[in-house]
């Protein structure tokens, strides 16, 4: 199974930025998505998650500005980015609960490579 991210780039504040992360390999269902980030010189922080069935939770300091959506038919989870600050300057990493098989023991947790956003002021 792999995450593989895009949409990262360049970006003035204000502006906006999609992510996207597929899923593919021997995947039985998804379980929890969700987006981490990680600043230079800063811990790896949760930003958001999403579950099966379309319940999300977010940090304080995205709400409002960023959402999270996923396509369960493509295995694929988006962040939209809006109102984007410099403070929001992260490689963002996507992340997966993935059941691989039928067994209730067959979930693993899955990491993208991570994207770099770089919002200048």
């Known amino acids: 199974v792999q995450l593989q991210a895009s949409g990262g780039g360049l970006v003035q504040a204000g502006g906006s930025l999609r992510l996207s992360c597929a899923a593919s390999g021997s995947i039985f269902s998804i379980n929890d998505m969700g987006w981490y980030r990680q600043a230079p010189g800063k811990q790896r922080e949760l930003v958001t998650t999403?579950?099966?069935?379309?319940?999300?939770k977010y940090i304080d300091f995205v709400k409002g500005r960023f959402t999270i959506s996923r396509d369960n038919a493509k295995n694929t989870v988006y962040l939209q980015m809006n109102s984007l600050k410099p403070e929001d300057t992260a490689v963002y990493y996507c992340?997966?609960?993935?059941?691989?098989?039928?067994?209730?023991?067959?979930?693993?947790?899955?990491w993208g490579q991570g994207t770099l956003v770089t919002v200048s002021s």
């Open positions: 999403i579950t099966s069935d379309g319940n999300t």
């Open positions: 992340n997966a609960n993935i059941k691989t098989g039928r067994s209730f023991y067959q979930v693993y947790n899955y």
